[in-house]
């Protein structure tokens, strides 16, 4: 395993550069950090009820760390990434309506409208495109495979699964599982976030920023947002159920 992970090295070279763009200086009330979450569909499903036939980690959402519904006059058109429609049906999928696209116009008006604050992400294509190509980019479904993290009947531990993702990428991610019942002896992986700066190079998830960049307001939000999905922080010292099919 320690000759895979010096083999990454190379790797991680051509991510950090492809992933740089020019120096960008925030605007007032920006975002300071972009979040790419990913949830495993099976997890997902077994929370929602749904039948998703899909055994690869999809992408959830791509969220700046300030903001929620940011411009409600800036309304979803789907015609503006229609060339993006093969890449999103199977990478972004919508698991509990397929053939529905509001789950991608929900993102754009909680999420897109507010990354949108950068001229890097101020369009419906261009939110949407970078979402993709950092998905693609960051590959998790290979890379966890690479290193053995697989679903399976066995558990893992905490440190097992962040190892690998932080090994790596070289930064820490946010790891969240869902609970079966109140007083569980296991927790089931359910979504992995891993976050940027506003240039889009590789960032700890669990920076912390000054007060003077984050007010009240978007801590709640931040709380707000990690319950609304169902997923809370995995607890560091209890086994990780990884799952192969439905399970709650």
């Known amino acids: 395993m320690r000759s895979e992970m010096r083999l990454s090295c190379p790797f991680l070279l051509f991510l950090a550069a492809s992933l740089s763009s020019a120096f960008v200086i925030s605007p007032p009330h920006m975002w300071n950090k972009l979040i790419l979450t990913h949830h495993w569909p099976l997890t997902f ?18 969220w700046p760390d300030k903001g929620v519904d940011c411009n409600s006059s800036w309304h979803f058109n789907s015609s503006q990434i229609e060339d993006l429609r093969p890449d999103m049906d199977k990478s972004w999928p919508n698991l509990l309506k397929p053939a529905s696209v509001e789950f991608w116009k929900y993102e754009w008006h909680k999420h897109g409208t507010c990354a949108a604050k950068a001229a890097s ?13 950092l ?11 690479t290193f053995n993290i697989t679903p399976s009947e066995k ?18 991610p946010k790891i969240q599982c869902a609970h079966p ?19 889009f190079t590789l960032l700890d998830c669990e920076k912390e920023f000054t007060l003077e960049t984050i007010t009240k307001r978007d801590r ?29």
């Not at 927790?187 to 992995?192: E, M, P």
């Open 135 to 145: 998905y693609h980019k960051m590959d998790l479904d290979r890379i966890l495979k």
């Open 220 to 248: 709640d939000i931040s709380i707000s947002v990690d319950k609304a999905s169902g997923f809370k922080v995995c607890d560091h010292d209890m086994p990780v159920y990884y799952p192969m099919s439905v399970v709650l």
């Open 121 to 133: 992400l101020n369009s419906q294509h261009k939110y949407f495109s970078k979402a993709l190509e």
């Open 181 to 199: 019942t109140k007083n569980a002896d296991v927790q089931i992986l359910g979504q992995i976030e891993i976050c940027f700066n506003p240039d």
């Open 45 to 62: 499903c077994s929370m929602e009820h749904c039948h998703a036939n899909i055994s690869y980690w999809t992408l959830h959402g791509l």
């Open 155 to 172: 558990y893992y531990t905490f440190s097992q699964i962040e190892g690998v993702i932080e090994n790596f990428y070289g930064v820490k």
